[in-house]
Structure formats: structure tokens, C-alpha cells
């Protein structure tokens, strides 16, 4: 079906016309709903205009049925009409939950706190669509209605209720005044406040050891007296404004009572349009009240609607060419980096090549963009500028999802995730039930070119062993050997390792020796991040990064070659230095 909007409409406001039709039907409920609501007003008038003069009994009695008819088909809408909300709530989290987790994860340069509080902020917009807030705009057209209804009693009364929704409006004009930028920013506060606390408990091992718990619960606790002063100022505000305004109604519709009574002394109105004037403006200006209560999660709403949008924009990503499966030729052309919170990018302009069946081992010192580098070659991070390539095709030319088979990527915080350890090997591909891949077969193959496989069967459950989260029931050398074999799995042909060898011991170093060599004898393009120097024995080529540069990019003998010259006319510097001094 054609909605009618335009191929650049974004994705969430999409899913949102999808549902039109539901919207549509749930405020045609409304009409009826508050066409329904007069059903009281009109019993009331006909009871004191007819009933009472004339004493008929068979005429109350058929007044009431009708009424009470009225009443039944008024809370059956109202069930309906919430039941349709509650629907169209369901359908946009079954049709944009999976694209919001999407972006997430496939957005590189997302902070924690904005990664943290994505989710939250789709639940929140997406059970706003059956609270309080849209119900009030659906009833608040209707505002108009009942005031025409007003004026038709008596002009008197359609002025009162004129001159009160007026009054009212202009009350819920300041709470917006007073409450949007506190509300915004005590938003902005608890979403790092809670991120804050996240990371926090995920770290709680290293927190107990480092002697930080009293510190980071201090620290913790400010965050959230800020978080709740801010949010206590915008309540503050909106209970002010909201109690005064419920006062305010209160005593418009006692006055419009009043108001109704002296019109029919003056024989202007009949004894029952007396309390249908209250009643009128009471339906007249509750939708003003409701949106007035509901103002804070209004304005919840409308932040988390605009960082979805935000988080969104690019979602429709671009259908990709099937390429050709890459044999592992890789180049990086003119990449670099840019490091928060610093002036200096932390890569600059980085170049060089790296061929199938090479190893190349990646040296530098500390913050020289080793691990960013390698995130970069991994397809982790996406450079600010330059460009990757493998078999000549961009990374960007690729699905990445279908890239990412082709590639192997050990980072140094290697995570493992919840499930088995054959789950984790495999990346989690079972999940997707592609027909024809043997996933066994292909976890197994990977554990053993790791070296892990006898390991893993010494397990309780062998692969189906099931870990906690960041791999709890391993120790740290058996989950960086899983993390192994995960990069291996599926056969990549460029394999990316950021110090796979930090929690090996000397066995665990020489499995690692055995597998980067086979990998390089079967073709793989390999990447070794390391400081200790063993591991780089078997490497055709060493890149060396000083200050995000590319230093040098050499063969092993080269460079050994290049650091003695080094060495040695530093050494002779010193001698004559010496010399030099001790002659004066």
C-alpha cells in the first residue's frame, strides 16, 4: 500500500502510518465515545423537562434503558478503543525494535550512555502510543463540540465555557513554559546516570579489588541527586500548574451551575439544561486537564521520538552487490581516526597493503592507534578518512553482515556472551537457521585449529557448556582461547588479533604460534597487535605506528637491521658526549 510519503519519510514515522488505519479506527471511537458522553446530560435534561412535569413512569423507565444502553456501548468503545492502542503499540515494536537494536549496534561512533538508552527511549515512545497523553488528543477535538453543543443550550453558556477553555489553555501554555527544559535535561541526566550504573555493576570483580566501591557509590548517589532535583523541579512546576488548574475547573463548573441556575430563574433555560451546562464544561475542558497531566511524558515522548529519528536516519541502508567471496588482499588508503577528547587524530593518514597467506605484526608504543587500527582493518570502526579495501571492492561496497563472515576479529576486551560455548564460537549463527550450513561441523573445525578443542570437551557439557555473560565460568586464558576460535570460525580470510597472546600461558602461546601459521599457510591474510615479541617471529612483515604514523613497514630483518644502525649510532653519540666531557 502506497502511504504516501516520501522514500526519504523516516523509518519510525513509517511504521507509525502503517498502523494508520488502526489509528483511524481508535479515533473514530472517539467520536462516538464523546458523543456517547452527552448521553447523562440529555438524560438529565429530559428527566427535568419531561419526567418530573408530566409524572410519566413508562417514559423515565424508557429513558433510563436508553441511557443505560448508551452507557454500555460507551465502555464497550472505551475497552475497544484501548485495545486497539494497545495493538498498534505491539505491531510498532514487532516492526522497529529489531531495526532500533540494528542501528544500535551497527552505529561505531555511538557513546555508551546514547547505546544504553535507545531501547528505553523506544519503549517509552512506543507505550506512550496507549497512555494517557494520545487518548487526550484524540478527545481533544471535541473540545470545539461540546462548546458548540454550549452555545446552542444558551449563548451565555457557550461564552463561559469559551472564556474557561481560553483560561485553561493559556495555564497549560506556562506549565509547557515551565516544565519542557527541566524535564529535557533530567532526561539527559538519568540516561548517564543509568549508563553510569551499568557499566559500574558489569565491573563490580574490579571495583572490589581496586578498593572503589565507596567512592563510586558516592559518586553514583550525586548523579542521582542531580537527576532528582532536576526531576523534582519539573514536577514541582507541572503539579503547580496541574492542581491549579484542576482547582480552576472545579470552580468553573460550579459557577457554570450557578451560572445556569439564575438563566433558568430568568426563565431563559428549562430546570435540566441547569446541570447540563456543568456537565458540558466539565467534557469541555477535561482533554485541556489531561494533557496538562500527562505533560511529562509528553515531553518524554517528544525527546525520545527526536533521538530515535536521530538514531534512525540512516537505517535504510542501500541494498549492496553480492561480490565475489574475497580471497584476502587487503590496502589501506590515506586512514584516519579521530580520538575523543583530543585535538591530535589518533591515526593519520595511514597507507600500506597486506597480501593473502601474509602476517603482518603491528607494533608501536602505548596510544600510538595499534587497537584503532586494528578496529579499523576489522571493520569495527569506520575511518573519518580514507578508505579500506579487500580484493580491490571498498568496505563500504559490502553488506556488512556478509563482510563481517569474511573477516576474524579479536579485540583485546574479548567478550564472550550468554549462551553455550559452541553458541559463542559460532558467532550465534544458529539463531538465523540458514538450510545447508552444518554449524557443528564448522564450530569444531574452528575449536581445533585454535587448539581449543580438547579443552573444550574436558568442560561439563563440552560445547553446550553454557557461560554467563562476558564468559563467566571460564578463566580469563580459557575465554581468550574461545574468543580465539570465534574469530576463526566460518574460515575468514583476513584475521585481525589485537595481543591474543595477554592471558596465554607458554602452551597456550605455542597453539597460537601453530594456528597463525597454518592460517597463513591456507591463505589468510593475518594482523597480529602485540608487545611481546615472540608472537611477531613468523611475521613476513612488522608496521610500526609512532604518534598515529605510519613509522615504517618493513620485513623482520629489515627492521631488526634498521634498530641496530639505530642502536648503534645512538651508542656512539653517547660515546663521544662523554668524551667530550670529560676533556673539558
Given at each position: 500500500?502506497?502511504?504516501g510519503?516520501?522514500?526519504?519519510?523516516?523509518?519510525?514515522?513509517?511504521?507509525l502510518?502503517e498502523n494508520?488505519?488502526?489509528?483511524?479506527?481508535?479515533?473514530?471511537f472517539?467520536?462516538f465515545?464523546?458523543?456517547?458522553?452527552?448521553a447523562?446530560?440529555?438524560?438529565?435534561?429530559?428527566?427535568?423537562d419531561?419526567?418530573?412535569?408530566?409524572?410519566?413512569?413508562?417514559?423515565?423507565?424508557?429513558?433510563?434503558?436508553?441511557?443505560?444502553?448508551?452507557l454500555?456501548?460507551l465502555s464497550?468503545?472505551?475497552?475497544l478503543?484501548?485495545?486497539?492502542l494497545?495493538?498498534v503499540?505491539?505491531?510498532?515494536?514487532?516492526?522497529?525494535?529489531?531495526?532500533?537494536?540494528?542501528?544500535?549496534?551497527?552505529?561505531?561512533?555511538?557513546?555508551r550512555?546514547?547505546?544504553?538508552?535507545a531501547?528505553?527511549?523506544?519503549?517509552?515512545?512506543?507505550q506512550?502510543?496507549?497512555?494517557p497523553?494520545?487518548?487526550?488528543?484524540f478527545?481533544?477535538?471535541w473540545?470545539?463540540?461540546?462548546l458548540?453543543?454550549?452555545?446552542?443550550?444558551?449563548?451565555?453558556?457557550?461564552?463561559?465555557?469559551?472564556?474557561?477553555a481560553?483560561?485553561l489553555?493559556?495555564?497549560?501554555w506556562?506549565?509547557e513554559?515551565?516544565?519542557?527544559k527541566?524535564?529535557?535535561r533530567?532526561?539527559?541526566?538519568?540516561?548517564?546516570?543509568y549508563?553510569?550504573?551499568?557499566y559500574?555493576?558489569?565491573?563490580?570483580?574490579?571495583?572490589?579489588?581496586?578498593?572503589?566501591?565507596?567512592?563510586?557509590?558516592?559518586?553514583?548517589l550525586?548523579?542521582?541527586?542531580?537527576?532528582?532535583?532536576?526531576?523534582?523541579?519539573?514536577?514541582?512546576?507541572?503539579?503547580?500548574?496541574?492542581?491549579?488548574?484542576?482547582?480552576?475547573?472545579v470552580?468553573?463548573?460550579?459557577l457554570?451551575?450557578?451560572?445556569?441556575?439564575w438563566?433558568?430563574?430568568?426563565?431563559?433555560?428549562?430546570?435540566?439544561?441547569?446541570?447540563?451546562?456543568?456537565?458540558?464544561?466539565?467534557?469541555?475542558?477535561?482533554?485541556?486537564?489531561q494533557v496538562?497531566g500527562?505533560?511529562?511524558?509528553?515531553?518524554?515522548?517528544?525527546?525520545?521520538?527526536?533521538?530515535?529519528?536521530?538514531?534512525?536516519?540512516?537505517?535504510?541502508?542501500?541494498?549492496?552487490?553480492?561480490?565475489?567471496?574475497?580471497?584476502?588482499?587487503v590496502?589501506?588508503?590515506g586512514?584516519?581516526?579521530?580520538?575523543a577528547?583530543?585535538?591530535?587524530a589518533?591515526?593519520?593518514?595511514?597507507s600500506?597493503?597486506?597480501?593473502p597467506?601474509?602476517?603482518?605484526?603491528l607494533?608501536g608504543?602505548?596510544g600510538?592507534?595499534k587497537?584503532?587500527?586494528?578496529?579499523?582493518?576489522a571493520?569495527?570502526?569506520?575511518?573519518?578518512?580514507g578508505?579500506?579495501?579487500?580484493?580491490?571492492?571498498?568496505?563500504?561496497?559490502w553488506?556488512?553482515?556478509?563482510?563481517?563472515?569474511?573477516?576474524?576479529?579479536m579485540?583485546?576486551?574479548?567478550?564472550?556472551?550468554?549462551?553455550t560455548?559452541?553458541?559463542?564460537?559460532?558467532?550465534?549463527?544458529?539463531?538465523?537457521?540458514?538450510?545447508?550450513?552444518?554449524?557443528d561441523?564448522m564450530?569444531?573445525?574452528?575449536a581445533?585449529?585454535?587448539?581449543?578443542?580438547?579443552?573444550?570437551l574436558?568442560?561439563?557439557?563440552?560445547?553446550?557448556?553454557?557461560?554467563?555473560?562476558?564468559?563467566?565460568?571460564?578463566?580469563?586464558?580459557?575465554?581468550?582461547?574461545i574468543?580465539?576460535?570465534?574469530?576463526?570460525?566460518?574460515d575468514?580470510?583476513?584475521?585481525v588479533?589485537?595481543?591474543?597472546?595477554?592471558?596465554?600461558d607458554?602452551?597456550?602461546?605455542?597453539?597460537?604460534?601453530?594456528?597463525v601459521a597454518?592460517?597463513?599457510?591456507?591463505?589468510c591474510?593475518?594482523?597480529?597487535?602485540?608487545?611481546?615479541s615472540?608472537?611477531?617471529?613468523?611475521?613476513?612483515?612488522?608496521?610500526?605506528?609512532k604518534?598515529?604514523r605510519?613509522?615504517?613497514y618493513a620485513?623482520?630483518?629489515?627492521l631488526a637491521?634498521?634498530l641496530?644502525?639505530?642502536?648503534?649510532?645512538?651508542?656512539?653519540?653517547?660515546?663521544?658526549?662523554?668524551?667530550?666531557?670529560?676533556r673539558a
Amino acid at each position: 500500500m502506497n502511504s504516501g510519503l516520501s522514500p526519504g519519510a523516516g523509518p519510525l514515522r513509517r511504521a507509525l502510518v502503517e498502523n494508520r488505519s488502526l489509528l483511524i479506527h481508535a479515533a473514530v471511537f472517539s467520536a462516538f465515545l464523546n458523543l456517547l458522553y452527552l448521553a447523562p446530560t440529555l438524560y438529565m435534561m429530559q428527566v427535568y423537562d419531561r419526567v418530573i412535569p408530566t409524572g410519566s413512569r413508562l417514559t423515565l423507565a424508557m429513558l433510563t434503558l436508553v441511557t443505560l444502553g448508551a452507557l454500555v456501548i460507551l465502555s464497550l468503545l472505551d475497552w475497544l478503543r484501548s485495545r486497539l492502542l494497545i495493538h498498534v503499540s505491539t505491531r510498532l515494536d514487532a516492526r522497529m525494535a529489531g531495526p532500533v537494536l540494528q542501528a544500535v549496534l551497527r552505529k561505531p561512533n555511538l557513546s555508551r550512555v546514547e547505546r544504553s538508552a535507545a531501547m528505553r527511549e523506544f519503549d517509552t515512545f512506543r507505550q506512550s502510543l496507549a497512555g494517557p497523553a494520545l487518548l487526550a488528543a484524540f478527545d481533544a477535538p471535541w473540545t470545539p463540540i461540546y462548546l458548540l453543543v454550549g452555545f446552542m443550550v444558551h449563548p451565555l453558556l457557550g461564552v463561559a465555557g469559551l472564556v474557561s477553555a481560553i483560561a485553561l489553555l493559556g495555564l497549560a501554555w506556562l506549565n509547557e513554559r515551565a516544565t519542557h527544559k527541566p524535564l529535557e535535561r533530567a532526561n539527559r541526566v538519568a540516561s548517564a546516570a543509568y549508563a553510569e550504573e551499568e557499566y559500574t555493576a558489569r565491573s563490580s570483580e574490579t571495583v572490589r579489588a581496586l578498593g572503589m566501591r565507596t567512592a563510586l557509590t558516592v559518586r553514583q548517589l550525586g548523579q542521582r541527586r542531580e537527576m532528582i532535583a532536576l526531576q523534582n523541579e519539573a514536577s514541582f512546576a507541572a503539579g503547580k500548574y496541574l492542581y491549579l488548574i484542576k482547582g480552576i475547573r472545579v470552580a468553573l463548573q460550579s459557577l457554570a451551575l450557578g451560572l445556569g441556575a439564575w438563566l433558568a430563574i430568568e426563565r431563559q433555560i428549562s430546570p435540566g439544561a441547569v446541570f447540563a451546562a456543568s456537565f458540558l464544561l466539565a467534557r469541555m475542558l477535561a482533554p485541556i486537564e489531561q494533557v496538562v497531566g500527562a505533560w511529562k511524558s509528553i515531553v518524554l515522548n517528544q525527546s525520545a521520538y527526536r533521538s530515535l529519528t536521530t538514531l534512525l536516519s540512516d537505517a535504510d541502508v542501500r541494498r549492496h552487490t553480492r561480490l565475489p567471496d574475497p580471497k584476502g588482499a587487503v590496502s589501506i588508503e590515506g586512514v584516519a581516526a579521530p580520538s575523543a577528547g583530543h585535538e591530535r587524530a589518533i591515526l593519520q593518514d595511514v597507507s600500506f597493503a597486506l597480501a593473502p597467506g601474509e602476517m603482518v605484526g603491528l607494533v608501536g608504543a602505548s596510544g600510538a592507534g595499534k587497537t584503532t587500527l586494528a578496529r579499523i582493518l576489522a571493520g569495527a570502526l569506520t575511518p573519518e578518512r580514507g578508505v579500506v579495501r579487500i580484493d580491490g571492492a571498498a568496505y563500504s561496497d559490502w553488506d556488512p553482515e556478509r563482510l563481517a563472515r569474511h573477516i576474524g576479529y579479536m579485540p583485546q576486551d574479548f567478550v564472550l556472551f550468554a549462551g553455550t560455548v559452541k553458541e559463542n564460537i559460532s558467532r550465534f549463527r544458529a539463531t538465523l537457521e540458514e538450510p545447508g550450513v552444518d554449524i557443528d561441523a564448522m564450530t569444531i573445525k574452528a575449536a581445533q585449529i585454535a587448539g581449543v578443542h580438547d579443552m573444550i570437551l574436558r568442560l561439563p557439557q563440552g560445547y553446550d557448556t553454557r557461560l554467563g555473560l562476558g564468559g563467566v565460568g571460564l578463566s580469563a586464558g580459557q575465554a581468550q582461547r574461545i574468543a580465539l576460535a570465534r574469530a576463526l570460525f566460518g574460515d575468514p580470510c583476513l584475521i585481525v588479533l589485537d595481543e591474543p597472546n595477554a592471558h596465554l600461558d607458554a602452551e597456550g602461546e605455542i597453539i597460537l604460534d601453530a594456528a597463525v601459521a597454518r592460517l597463513c599457510s591456507e591463505g589468510c591474510a593475518v594482523v597480529v597487535v602485540a608487545h611481546r615479541s615472540n608472537l611477531l617471529r613468523t611475521a613476513q612483515r612488522i608496521l610500526m605506528l609512532k604518534d598515529g604514523r605510519l613509522e615504517s613497514y618493513a620485513g623482520l630483518e629489515d627492521l631488526a637491521r634498521a634498530l641496530r644502525e639505530a642502536s648503534s649510532a645512538r651508542a656512539a653519540s653517547a660515546e663521544a658526549l662523554i668524551q667530550a666531557r670529560m676533556r673539558a
